[in-house]
């Protein structure tokens, strides 16, 4: 964990080149404004998301998106989504058939619209919408083949408080997912591993607070709550993570660092498993840092 720690830090001294923008002050939480009309922005994230308890586990999600102002309430992205993985002495049955060891590769595209309601400057409260459309072809859990849809739609809540020194973030979403997994070879005897289609709608719920300690620091705190539902089983699972963040933003650029650990779960367990939290499809700890240039 250190040495990723050391790693994402180093970055955000390597990418401090001059921006300025619609400034994510917390790690998963955003605000609700849209970029201006003409405004242009580029948006790297990378998630490591670690350990099941059990063996080894090690994952790397990198985002990369640019996002345009389409109007003075309205901004598209696009994104292309890659990730590596890591695991050793770790099946999970109907989830983690085998260990996969891999450098980052292309893993899915992303396109997306943001509209913005009410702003909390000018409206003494920001209220906006997010609807983003994804597609990707390998399982972020196991990193097999596995063909996935998404639909999320967001409703973006904010509010700014002793002279926008305090901002405080919330965000309601709900998504829809198809996915359909490819067939394996060789699977362990008696592994469960369907390749029929499936369904699932997921709810999350986050909220956080970022406070401008410094000129141009913030300092953060954000929760998320999230469970799903599948078509057979019912709830699936259900996950509590939150965790602080450090926020630097510049004349052009800003950085965001924060850790994710998970606090509470429930659902589907394995054996061998901390009690107390879901760890099939959700991982104890995240560690996310992004980064945004204006241009």
């Not at 509010?159 to 829809?176: F, M, P």
């Amino acid at each position: 964990m250190k040495r990723y720690a050391s790693w994402l830090l180093a970055m955000a001294a390597v990418c401090a080149v001059p921006a300025e923008a619609d400034e994510n002050l917390l790690g998963y939480t955003t605000g609700a404004e849209a970029l201006p009309k003409g405004a242009k922005e580029l948006y790297q994230y990378i998630t490591l998301r670690q350990d099941k308890s059990v063996g080894k586990y090690e994952a790397v999600d990198y985002k990369t998106e640019f996002e345009y102002g389409l109007s003075h309430r309205l901004s598209g992205s696009i994104a292309a989504k890659a990730m590596s993985l890591d695991t050793q002495s770790l099946l999970i049955d109907g989830y983690l058939p085998a260990d996969r060891q891999f450098s980052p590769r292309l893993s899915g595209i992303e396109a997306g619209l943001k509209y913005n309601f009410l702003s909390p400057v000018k409206d003494g409260i920001g209220v906006g919408m997010a609807v983003e459309a994804s597609y990707s072809w390998i399982d972020p859990h196991s990193g097999q083949d596995k063909d996935t849809l998404n639909l999320e739609t967001k409703l973006l809540l904010q509010k700014n408080y002793l002279d926008d020194t305090l901002s405080w973030a919330t965000n309601l979403g709900i998504e829809a997912t198809y996915a359909k997994r490819g067939d394996i070879a060789n699977l362990p005897a008696g592994f469960d591993w369907p390749t029929d289609p499936e369904m699932e709608i997921e709810f999350t719920g986050s909220t956080g607070l970022a406070y401008r300690f410094a000129p141009n620091w913030f300092a953060g705190a954000e929760l998320t709550y999230q469970t799903e539902f599948e078509t057979e089983i019912g709830q699936e699972r259900w996950s509590l993570f939150g965790g602080p963040s450090l926020h630097y933003g510049a004349k052009q650029w800003w950085a965001t660092l924060t850790w994710y650990p998970q606090l509470k779960g429930g659902g589907e367990t394995f054996t061998g498993q901390k009690s107390g939290l879901h760890l099939i499809e959700k991982t104890e700890q995240e560690l996310r840092f992004k980064i945004g240039y204006n241009f």
